[in-house]
C-alpha cells in the first residue's frame, strides 16, 4: 500500500473499461489526470482515512477517486466539497457540450447527485465555500486539490486539511500546481518541501505528493504564501525548479516566475491577465 513505483507512470496502462461508470461523468481533468485520480484511490484502497476531493464542480473528479476506491476493494468515505453552481458559460461549456441536458439555474448539486448515484453510499457532499469550513472527520488518505485559485484561500484551505495528513500513507494532488495563473501553489510547497515527497508530474499541471512529515497546525502557518512579496515567490520557484528537476517542469516553473513579473503583487488567478509564454527561461 505504502510503495510507490510510479517511474513508468502505470496509471496510463489504465483502459476505459478498467474506469468504469466514472467515464460517464463530465470532468474538467484530462485523460490521463483521470487515470491518476483512479489509480491512487485503488492504491490507497488499504488506507485508513478518508478521500477529500477539494473542488468537485460537477462531480467528475469525485466520480474517479470513488470508482477507484472501490475497484481496489477500499470502504473509504469520499467527502465532495464545492459551491455546487455554474454559470450560464460553465454549463454550456463544461456540462451541455459533455451531454448533460440544458436546465435552468445556477445550482448543480442535484445534477451531481444524480451523476454519481452509482456511489452515493460513498460519497458524502459538502456545499460550502471550502475555505470557511472546518473539518473534524478524521484522518484522510487521499486528497486533491483544484480550488486554489487565490493565495489566500489556499492557505486557509492548508490550515484547515493538512493537520489531518497521515505521515507516510496520505497522498495530495495539487491539480493546478503548474499552471501558470495559480503560481503560489508551487511555492508554498516548496515551503512544505520537508514534508511532502514529490512522486510524480501529469502534464496539464497536476503534481503527486505523499505526506512524510505530520503538519501541524504551527507548522502549517509557516508556510503560508499569501503575504509574500513577488521577489520571494520568484525565489522559491527558483529552488523548486531545482528540486523537481527530475519531473522535467522547469519551463512550467519559469512561465510562473514571468507570469508574477507581467502581473506583479496579484494573488487571484483571475487577476493574472498578461500571459506569460511557455518557452520563457529565467
Known sequence: ????????????DLSARDLGHATHVPSMLNDEETRLYFWMARHLAGAEGHIVDL???????????AEGNRAGGGAAQVFAFD?????????????YAK??????GADILPLSKRLLAPWSRRIEF???????????????????????????????????F???????????????????????????ME???????PLCFVP?????????????????????????????????????????KRFGVAPQLSRQMEAIRRNPGRRKSWRFTNRAPLACES
Open 83 to 95: 459551491q455546487f453552481s455554474a454559470s450560464e458559460k460553465a454549463k454550456t461549456r463544461q456540462l
Open 55 to 65: 473542488g468537485s464542480f460537477a462531480g467528475g473528479s469525485t466520480a474517479y477517486l
Open 204 to 244: 496539464g499541471g497536476a503534481m503527486a505528493y505523499r505526506c512524510v512529515q505530520h503538519l501541524s497546525a504551527a507548522r502549517v502557518r509557516t508556510g503560508q504564501v499569501d503575504g509574500m512579496d513577488d521577489a520571494a515567490m520568484i525565489n522559491a520557484l527558483s529552488q523548486a525548479k531545482t528540486r523537481l
Open 162 to 188: 493538512f493537520p489531518h495528513l497521515i505521515p507516510g500513507v496520505s497522498v495530495i494532488i495539487q491539480q493546478d500546481e503548474l499552471h501558470w495563473r495559480e503560481p503560489w501553489i508551487a511555492v508554498q
Open 99 to 104: 451531454g448533460v441536458d440544458a436546465f435552468e
Open 191 to 197: 515551503k512544505f518541501k520537508d514534508c511532502f515527497e
Open 126 to 160: 459538502r456545499k460550502c465555500r471550502i475555505e470557511n469550513e472546518t473539518w473534524t472527520d478524521g484522518p484522510i488518505a487521499l486528497m486533491t486539490l483544484d480550488a486554489s485559485k487565490t493565495s489566500a484561500t489556499m492557505d486557509q484551505m492548508a490550515d484547515i
Open 1 to 12: 500500500m505504502n510503495a510507490f513505483d510510479l517511474h513508468n507512470k502505470p496509471w496510463r
